[in-house]
């Protein structure tokens, strides 16, 4: 089954330590993005890449990093200095095509997402 | 930059009763719009998508949405809702800015269905 997977599912992190959370597609996707979601406040994007090697900060990158030195692949760490944590964590990827003369990104697929806790 | 306004934020309905969400995005160049589901429990499901032509999109499960380019919108409709349609919708745009290569959501708006 092609999809993407995200693990753990829950995570619980003590104040201080960095953590990462797993993402793994294999849907052959270009693009894979980072979201966090907050209630009441929908999704907001943390990093996205667009291609192996190359990722780009979103609205909310502070205290995150990423790396993407595989196309299937796009861990995210949230380090110690991210103040406030805690949220669920959901990882997307999409499929860029051609059209009107550009490359366009299609609709993201989502993973089930990562519950963290800090405690 | 761009952003996604969904003014409803909690929608309760009883069943049968129509469904009409608002969106609205703030970008004047080419976009393509999406309404994402998510079920209690589960992960984020595309409702349906418009990248061009007819501005009257169908999706899947009877929902449907009509892009008004003039006013920005993106409204998601059904004409009669079911107990199994309480979920959270998000609206969601991408607009092809340099710079800019990723959905934009709006804040959700949770649909509760009373039987």
């Known amino acids: 089954d092609g999809g993407i997977t995200q693990s753990p599912k829950y995570l619980f992190r003590k104040e201080g330590q960095n953590v990462t959370l797993s993402c793994e597609q294999n849907?052959?996707?270009?693009?894979m993005y980072w979201y966090r979601q907050d209630p009441g406040q929908g999704l907001r994007l943390i990093y996205y890449?667009?291609?192996?090697?190359?990722?780009q900060k979103g609205d909310i990158a502070e205290g995150y990093s990423v790396s993407r030195e595989k196309k299937e692949s796009f861990p995210l760490t949230v380090t110690s200095a991210q103040k406030n944590p805690t949220a669920f964590y959901l990882c997307?990827?999409?499929?860029?095509?051609?059209?009107?003369?550009?490359?366009?990104?299609?609709?993201?697929?989502f993973g089930q997402g990562t519950r963290l806790t800090v405690v | 930059a761009q952003s996604v306004s969904q003014h409803n934020h909690h929608v309760i309905l009883s069943e049968a009763a129509s469904l009409e969400l608002g969106c609205n995005y703030s970008?004047?160049?080419?976009?393509?719009l999406f309404w994402y589901v998510q079920y209690p429990g589960q992960h984020l499901q595309l409702l349906l998508k418009?990248?061009?032509?007819?501005?009257l999109v169908k999706g899947i499960k009877g929902f449907e949405a009509e892009f008004i380019k003039s006013k920005f919108s993106f409204n998601l409709r059904k004409p009669s809702v079911q107990w199994s349609d309480t979920a959270e919708y998000f609206c969601?745009?991408?607009?092809?800015?340099?710079?800019?290569?990723?959905?934009?959501f709006g804040s959700g708006t949770r649909l509760q269905v009373q039987p």
């Open positions: 970008y004047g160049g080419t976009v393509n």
């Open positions: 890449s667009q291609i192996v090697n190359d990722f």
């Open positions: 849907l052959n996707h270009d693009a």
């Open positions: 418009y990248f061009s032509g007819d501005p």
């Open positions: 969601a745009v991408n607009a092809e800015a340099p710079g800019r290569r990723a959905l934009t």
């Open positions: 997307a990827s999409s499929i860029r095509v051609w059209r009107t003369g550009k490359k366009l990104n299609t609709e993201a697929f």
